[in-house]
């Protein structure tokens, strides 16, 4: 079984950006689509952004245009570049693979089957 492992999250300013990396053992990234989802406690886990094997990606509309979801040329990380942070952007932050689409997929928590443990990312006003 996949075993995923986020990285990179932390506290910043409103405005501030981070940057979350997410390694898998047992996986090869680039053969199913991956996706980026978030959760605050209480409240249903939110996706956040998806990319496919063709480097398609799909953005939830209150971070597009400013995260932006790519892998690595060896495809082995998967990457979340956050920008212009806001304090509703806080949260648990997880990867997450797919083992069956490949293509332009969506960042629906039922299409993914593989989930890391989470990164905290805490935005403050």
């Known amino acids: 079984q996949a075993q995923l492992q986020e990285s990179g999250g932390g506290s910043v300013q409103s405005g501030g950006s981070l940057r979350l990396s997410c390694t898998g053992s047992?996986?090869?990234?680039?053969?199913?689509?991956l996706g980026w989802f978030r959760q605050v406690t209480g409240k249903e886990r939110e996706g956040v952004a998806a990319?496919?094997?063709?480097?398609?990606?799909q953005y939830a509309g209150s971070v597009k245009d400013r995260f932006t979801i790519s892998t690595d040329s060896a495809k082995d990380n998967l990457y979340l570049e956050m920008t212009s942070l806001k304090p509703e952007d806080t949260g648990m932050y997880y990867c997450?693979?797919?083992?069956?689409?490949?293509?332009?997929?969506?960042?629906?928590?039922?299409?993914?089957?593989?989930w890391g443990q989470g990164t905290q990312v805490t935005v403050s006003s």
């Open positions: 997450a693979a797919s083992s069956t689409l490949r293509e332009y997929c969506h960042p629906v928590s039922a299409s993914f089957a593989d």
């Open positions: 047992g996986y090869t990234f680039g053969r199913y689509c």
């Open positions: 990319i496919d094997i063709n480097g398609w990606t």
